[in-house]
């Protein structure tokens, strides 16, 4: 599984690449948005992000398609699986996979 919100995903996802085509046999890679960070927390005082997490929901957001892009042109070697309940980004990945066809 690969999570979006983290800046460390397309470097995630080149191991993935990587490792399945060292493997000869495709690998099933899920790509999810995960949890962006918010400034709630059980600390009122918390503002901070996280080390290693996009501080906006826009940062997953365009990971997200940018990484769904990237699994699809791997298609050979990697099965994706979309989890997502944004239609924008699930467009985005139709329509690339619908471009490959």
């Given at each position: 599984?690969?999570?979006?919100?983290?800046?460390?995903?397309?470097?995630?996802?080149?191991?993935?690449?990587?490792?399945?085509?060292?493997?000869?046999?495709?690998?099933?890679?899920?790509l999810v948005?995960?949890?962006?960070?918010?400034?709630?927390?059980?600390?009122?005082?918390?503002?901070?992000?996280?080390?290693?997490?996009?501080?906006?929901?826009?940062?997953?957001?365009?990971?997200?398609?940018?990484?769904?892009?990237?699994?699809?042109?791997?298609?050979?070697?990697?099965?994706?699986?979309?989890?997502?309940?944004?239609?924008?980004?699930?467009?985005?990945?139709?329509?690339?996979?619908?471009?490959?066809?």
């Open positions: 599984m690969i999570q979006a919100y983290l800046k460390s995903a397309d470097q995630d996802l080149e191991r993935l690449l990587s490792l399945s085509q060292k493997r000869g046999t495709p690998l099933t890679v899920r948005k995960g949890a962006y960070w918010t400034t709630k927390s059980s600390k009122p005082d918390c503002t901070a992000t996280p080390a290693g997490l996009h501080p906006k929901k826009a940062g997953p957001d365009a990971s997200y398609e940018r990484l769904a892009r990237r699994l699809l042109d791997h298609r050979a070697t990697i099965h994706a699986a979309f989890g997502t309940h944004n239609l924008r980004t699930l467009c985005v990945a139709l329509a690339h996979a619908e471009s490959l066809a």
